[in-house]
């Protein structure tokens, strides 16, 4: 469906830029758009390799893992359908663990399989889970300890201070995480009154 969107917005703005007379310029701001892209790309893979290995070592020396084991009591609470010790509460802690410390990448898998893991507990099998949508809300939202994204176009937009947004991201995003987990378990309990 996104592409569909995408077409017609694309080709709704050639026709538009056509019509009104403007295709030179329209042209013009087409090659200086896919100029700039490609300047960003190539500015932000060395940033983003920079931060992609500070993020590995930081993975090699433990700190992901130490970040999940704290991680463990808070979740046995989110996620109270999750017998403990099962598999999908390491890949859930594991995730939430790489999300914080901006390791996008290493979280993706780490989310599916924790998806994979839930989808076996679930009793429904064609309805999403309450612990799949808590996870999903949690996964979404994220708190950004270290926010590589956010600080990669920074620093390729040429900010003098990249960095400065660790601490308004963390706040940020610790609100939207709060926010998130309250309205996911307001409507867990109210499908279990229903379903009562």
Same mark, same amino acid.
């Given at each position: 469906?996104?592409?569909?969107?995408?077409?017609?917005? @694309?080709?709704? /703005?050639? %026709?538009?830029?056509?019509?009104?007379? =403007?295709?030179? $310029?329209?042209? +013009?701001? *087409?090659?200086?758009?896919?100029?700039?892209?490609?300047?960003?790309?190539?500015?932000?893979?060395?940033?983003?390799?920079?931060?992609?290995?500070?993020?590995?070592?930081?993975?090699?020396?433990?700190?992901?893992?130490?970040?999940?084991r704290r991680l463990g009591g808070v979740l046995h609470r989110l996620?109270?359908?999750?017998?403990?010790?099962?598999?999908?509460?390491?890949?859930?802690?594991?995730?939430?663990?790489?999300?914080? @410390?901006?390791? /996008?990448? %290493?979280?993706?898998?780490?989310?599916? =399989?924790?998806? $994979?893991?839930? +989808?076996? *507990?679930?009793?429904?099998?064609?309805?999403?889970?309450?612990?799949?949508?808590?996870?999903?809300?949690?996964?979404?939202?994220?708190?950004?300890?270290i926010p590589t994204g956010i600080i990669?176009?920074?620093?390729?937009?040429?900010?003098?201070?990249?960095?400065?947004?660790?601490?308004?991201?963390?706040?940020?995003?610790?609100?939207?995480?709060?926010?998130?987990?309250?309205?996911?378990?307001?409507?867990?309990?109210?499908?279990?009154?229903? /379903?009562?």
């Amino acid at each position: 469906m996104m592409d569909i969107i995408w077409v017609i917005l @694309l080709l709704g /703005g050639i %026709a538009i830029g056509v019509i009104s007379g =403007k295709g030179t $310029e329209m042209t +013009q701001a *087409l090659m200086d758009g896919a100029s700039r892209a490609v300047e960003l790309c190539v500015r932000l893979a060395g940033v983003c390799a920079l931060w992609m290995g500070l993020m590995e070592i930081m993975r090699r020396a433990g700190w992901v893992d130490a970040l999940a084991r704290r991680l463990g009591g808070v979740l046995h609470r989110l996620f109270p359908d999750i017998p403990a010790g099962h598999p999908a509460m390491g890949a859930i802690s594991m995730n939430l663990a790489a999300n914080m @410390l901006g390791m /996008g990448n %290493a979280a993706t898998p780490l989310g599916i =399989k924790a998806m $994979e893991q839930m +989808q076996r *507990l679930n009793t429904s099998p064609d309805t999403a889970s309450a612990a799949m949508c808590m996870f999903l809300v949690m996964n979404t939202s994220s708190v950004q300890l270290i926010p590589t994204g956010i600080i990669n176009f920074r620093h390729a937009a040429g900010s003098a201070q990249a960095g400065a947004i660790v601490l308004p991201a963390l706040i940020a995003t610790t609100c939207s995480t709060l926010v998130g987990i309250l309205v996911a378990s307001l409507f867990r309990r109210l499908s279990r009154r229903r /379903g009562a």
